[in-house]
């Protein structure tokens, strides 16, 4: 799976899915630090990424304009790096189960200890 991780997440996450065996990218290591959301989105759709976010809000927004796109993933909570990095690998455990999340948004989220969570079309039908 190619994955692009928004800049409002640590650069380790990229590592994290070189270590699970996926392609991905940081957007400051590819020219895009500081874009803008909708240059973001555009470049994932437009080159097959699933994007990986802590902004849900803007991108499930910018998302309703494409009627196919290669997921997006969620990190709810504005956490500390290494909770990033846990949340993420759960998040991969879960691609893992399910496969390819075209047209699909994945968050995850953390209530005390457990992780959770919510698996659904966007844009819906």
Not at 40 to 57: P, W
Request: one cysteine or more; glycine letters at 4%; hydrophobic letters at 45%.
């Amino acid at each position: 799976m190619r994955l692009l991780v928004d800049e409002c997440l640590s650069p380790a996450l990229v590592d994290t899915a070189h270590s699970a065996g996926h392609e991905a990218y940081h957007v400051a290591h590819i020219g895009l630090a500081s874009a803008k959301d909708w240059s973001i989105a555009s470049r994932a759709v437009d080159q097959g990424f699933t994007l990986v976010t802590n902004n849900g809000a803007d991108f499930r927004d910018l998302y309703l304009r494409h009627s196919v796109h290669p997921g997006l993933l969620i990190i709810v909570p504005s956490v500390d790096r290494e909770t990033q990095i846990r949340l993420f690998k759960a998040l991969l455990a879960k691609l893992a189960e399910i496969g390819e999340p075209i047209n699909q948004v994945i968050e995850v989220d953390i209530d005390a200890e457990d992780v959770r969570f919510e698996l659904y079309r966007w844009p819906t039908e």
